[in-house]
């Protein structure tokens, strides 16, 4: 898989029926290793091994409701008392980050409302906190630690 802008981690990856397989430790499960979920296997090691996120407070392919449509977040990242503080989506290395990007993430965060956003396709990486009280956000310089967030 293609090289990205993020610490090498070690995974489990199988061939079966002509397809490469990657061990998603979240979900215990092996799924089909496409681009995207290189980028997602690959972000949820970074939080988890160099931004102290524990692995029982990461949820994956999370579905979620919003105006009556069924979403689906790539990551949701939670506190010790089970409220969402981080959504996480995850774009394939070859898919431009675009403003439509960041309004997929939005509109998941109707429902979630979360402190903390983060598009990433593995090669650019751009994290966000809100501000509900003057209804903004703002970029940050890198990606909080779990302590930053909690």
């Known amino acids: 898989m293609e ?7 070690s995974f489990k ?7 490469y397989l990657i061990f998603d430790e979240i979900r215990k499960k092996f ?3 496409t ?5 997602r296997q690959n972000i949820v090691q970074f939080l988890i091994q160099g931004k102290n996120f524990p692995r029982s407070l990461i949820a994956v392919e999370t579905s979620i409701t919003v105006n ?31 403003q439509e990007t960041f309004n997929q993430i939005a509109t998941y965060n109707i429902k979630l409302r979360v402190d903390y956003l983060l598009v990433t ?9 809100m501000d509900y009280e003057n209804n903004s ?9 779990y302590e930053e967030v909690v």
């Not at 990856?13 to 397809?19: G, T, W």
């Not at 396709?121 to 906190?129: D, E, P, Q, V």
């Not at 956000?137 to 630690?145: R, V």
Request: net charge positive.
């Open 121 to 129: 396709n593995g090669k650019s990486h751009y994290c966000c906190r």
């Open 13 to 19: 990856i199988k061939q079966e029926d002509n397809r």
């Open 68 to 98: 009556q449509l069924e979403k689906r977040c790539d990551a949701v990242l939670f506190n010790n008392s089970a409220k969402p503080v981080m959504i996480v989506e995850c774009k394939a290395p070859t898919v431009k980050l675009s």
């Open 3 to 9: 090289k990205l802008n993020l610490p090498e981690y």
């Open 35 to 39: 681009p995207e979920e290189w980028v």
């Open 137 to 145: 956000y703002s970029f940050l310089k890198e990606i909080p630690s």
């Open 31 to 33: 799924v089909a290793l």
